[in-house]
């Protein structure tokens, strides 16, 4: 490393702020905060991913808890009949019905918003499959900040 060039620190004259530089520092400012919100905005679209099992009858939960928030269900089928999903939860929370997961190892990602902490019943809702135990139950934690 070559010693002592002093490039790296900016010379920032003292007496500049009260010049012609009072935009540029609004400006680096609002530079600055977007950059800050870009950040908060992709800690809070963060998803817990989770990964869920399929077959006759049963699910099987990658992970028995998430934290309350965005969480992504990565579905796979491994069974020979179609599988689907529907989450309930606390205060008649009822997310909508997932894509159907093809039999022989189809995949599909389904994205929920788990915002309250509680426990969550996952069922599928193919004729008959809820009946012979196809359901799993998930607990959702307070968000931690
Ligand atoms: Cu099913």
Redesign the pocket.
Known sequence: MPGGSGACSSSRPDDSRGRQSGEHGLRAAAGVTALLAALVLAASSHATPVGLG?RE?RFSLYRPSVHAGRVVFNMTNFGE????LRLTGPHGYRSSVSPEVEPFGGRVRFAVNLRRAGTYRLV?L?PG?LAKG?KATLRVARRHS
């Not at 009949?81 to 689907?84: E, R």
């Open positions: 399929m009858y009949d179609k599988h689907n599928c193919e499959h196809m």
